[in-house]
C-alpha cells in the first residue's frame, strides 16, 4: 500500500510539473518565437548579466538649451524629463527592444514603461531615493509625458507609501533566514509564470529600461550592470553635457555633448535593434523641434511616439 501512495505522490508531482512547464502565458508579456540559435543562448547564458553588452554613445546637444525654453512657455519640462521622452520615444519605435527573457523564453511586453530614480527632497543629500515607473505608449507625446512624470515626482515628494515602500517593509520584517527563501519563492512563481499581475504592475524593475541620469548630480556616466530581479533589459546612464569636438564638414568644431552608456541584454535582440534604438534617442535630442515638437500654441506639432518624422540619421536595419 505505502508503495501505492508513493507512487502517486510521485505522479502527481510529475504532473504538476508538466503543467507549470506547458505554462507560457504572462500577465505582462506574450511569448516570441525566434531563431533557434537565440533559444539556445538562453539556456547558455542563463542569467541577465551573462548576455551584457555594452554600447558608449556622445550626443550632440547644441539646440537642446532653446528647445527646453521654448517649450516651458506651455508647459513644465526638465532636461530629466526630457530625457525620459526621448528614451521612451525611441522605446516605441523600436518595439524589438521591448522584450525581455523569462524562464529561458523570450517575451514581448505588453506594456511599454520606463523606470527612473529621483531624490524625495530636491538637492538634499540626505533625501531618500524614489524610484518612479512611467507607462508609455505610441500616443504619447513629449507634453503628456511631462504632465505625467510630474505627477508621480510630486505624490513621491509627499510622506505618502507607495505600494513599492509596503512591498519593501514587508520583505524587511523578515530574518534573513525567512527572506532568502520567501525571494527564492518569489523567483519561482516568476520563473513558472505565476507571479500576480500586481507584483510586476508596482515594480520597478518589471519594465522596459531604466534611466539615470547622473548629469542631475554632476557627474560623468558609468556603465551599469543589470539587475537579475525583474525584466529590465536595457540600463542607460546619462552623464553631464560637456564640450567636445566634433568634425563638420571636414572641420573640427566644438560642441556641447551628452555622454550616453548603454548596457543591453543580448539575449533580446541582435545589436542592430539596440544601434536603431541608441539612434532614434540620440536623433530626437539632436533635432527636437523635428521629432517632438509642442512648442506651438495652437498644439499643431504635438507629434505623437509612434509618429513617424522625417529624420537626418539612417537606422543600422535599413
Not at 506651455?74 to 524589438?96: D, H, I, K, M, Y
Not at 508596482?202 to 558609468?222: E, Q, R
Request: proline letters at 5%; a neutral charge; charged letters at 25%.
Amino acid at each position: 500500500m505505502d508503495w501505492m501512495i508513493t507512487g502517486g505522490v510521485v505522479g502527481a508531482l510529475f504532473l504538476l510539473w508538466i503543467a507549470l512547464e506547458s505554462k507560457h502565458s504572462r500577465s505582462d508579456g506574450t511569448p516570441v518565437k525566434h531563431h533557434p540559435y537565440r533559444q539556445i543562448m538562453w539556456f547558455i547564458m542563463p542569467r541577465r548579466d551573462d548576455g551584457l553588452v555594452y554600447f558608449d554613445h556622445y550626443v550632440e546637444v547644441e539646440k537642446i538649451e532653446g528647445y527646453l525654453k521654448d517649450v516651458n512657455k506651455r508647459f513644465e519640462c526638465t532636461l530629466s524629463t526630457l530625457l525620459v521622452a526621448v528614451v521612451s520615444r525611441a522605446l516605441v519605435q523600436n518595439p524589438r527592444m521591448d522584450r525581455f527573457v523569462v524562464g529561458h523564453r523570450l517575451y514581448q511586453r505588453k506594456q511599454s514603461s520606463i523606470s527612473f530614480v529621483m531624490k524625495r527632497k530636491r538637492k538634499d543629500k540626505s533625501s531618500k531615493l524614489a524610484t518612479v515607473k512611467q507607462p508609455i505608449g505610441p500616443e504619447d507625446t513629449l507634453e503628456s509625458v511631462c504632465r505625467s512624470v510630474a505627477e508621480k515626482i510630486s505624490v513621491e515628494r509627499t510622506d505618502t507609501k507607495t505600494y513599492a515602500d509596503k512591498e519593501y517593509a514587508l520583505f524587511n520584517l523578515l530574518p534573513r533566514p525567512f527572506f532568502r527563501v520567501a525571494y527564492r519563492i518569489f523567483r519561482g512563481l516568476d520563473y513558472y509564470n505565476l507571479l500576480p499581475a500586481s507584483f510586476i504592475e508596482n515594480d520597478p524593475l518589471y519594465t522596459s529600461i531604466f534611466l539615470s541620469f547622473l548629469g542631475s548630480v554632476n557627474m560623468n556616466a558609468g556603465y551599469h550592470h543589470l539587475f537579475e530581479h525583474g525584466t529590465c533589459p536595457l540600463f542607460i546612464m546619462v552623464g553631464k553635457a560637456e564640450d567636445r569636438v566634433v568634425v563638420v564638414d571636414g572641420q573640427p568644431v566644438v560642441k556641447p555633448c551628452l555622454h550616453v552608456r548603454f548596457t543591453y541584454d543580448e539575449r533580446i535582440d541582435d545589436g542592430m535593434t539596440a544601434g536603431d534604438g541608441i539612434f532614434a534617442m540620440a536623433g530626437a535630442l539632436e533635432e527636437p523641434y523635428v521629432q517632438l515638437g509642442c512648442v506651438k500654441d495652437d498644439g499643431s506639432d504635438q507629434y505623437k511616439f509612434g509618429e513617424e518624422r522625417p529624420r537626418h540619421w539612417k537606422l543600422t536595419s535599413e
